[in-house]
């Protein structure tokens, strides 16, 4: 469920996993430095059960970005993850694309 969509669609994603019943958490890039692989603003909806929409990375940090989201989702407090080319985390993760990416993951609630 990776495929690209725009944020009004992975906002609308977010919004129909919620009437479904499941707990959902937006991952939004809110910083970029040097060659980073998606723009400011570029998000990621995550599914309690591990289905996603959308990307903050082209793939190469997806994988701790969920992880780190269903791990949050049981708490109301946002985190922000950092990426970087000089961070050992980043190349065991992926990004070896030379930059640096911020990205704020927070549990969406229902109202």
């Given at each position: 469920m990776s495929d690209t969509f725009t944020d009004d669609q992975v906002l609308e994603q977010a919004a129909a996993w919620l009437a479904g019943g499941h707990k959902v958490a937006?991952?939004?890039?809110?910083?970029?430095?040097?060659?980073?692989?998606?723009p400011v603003g570029?998000?990621?909806?995550?599914?309690?059960?591990?289905?996603?929409?959308?990307?903050?990375s082209g793939g190469c940090i997806e994988g701790d970005v969920i992880t780190r989201a269903l791990?949050?989702?049981e708490g109301d407090a946002p985190e922000i993850l950092e990426y970087g080319v000089s961070d050992a985390m980043a190349w065991?993760?992926?990004?070896?694309c030379g930059g640096r990416i911020r990205v704020l993951i927070e549990p969406?609630?229902?109202?």
């Open positions: 937006l991952a939004t890039v809110i910083e970029t430095w040097g060659s980073a692989p998606r570029s998000q990621l909806v995550i599914r309690d059960d591990t289905a996603f929409t959308g990307s903050v791990d949050l989702m065991e993760v992926g990004l070896a969406v609630k229902g109202v």
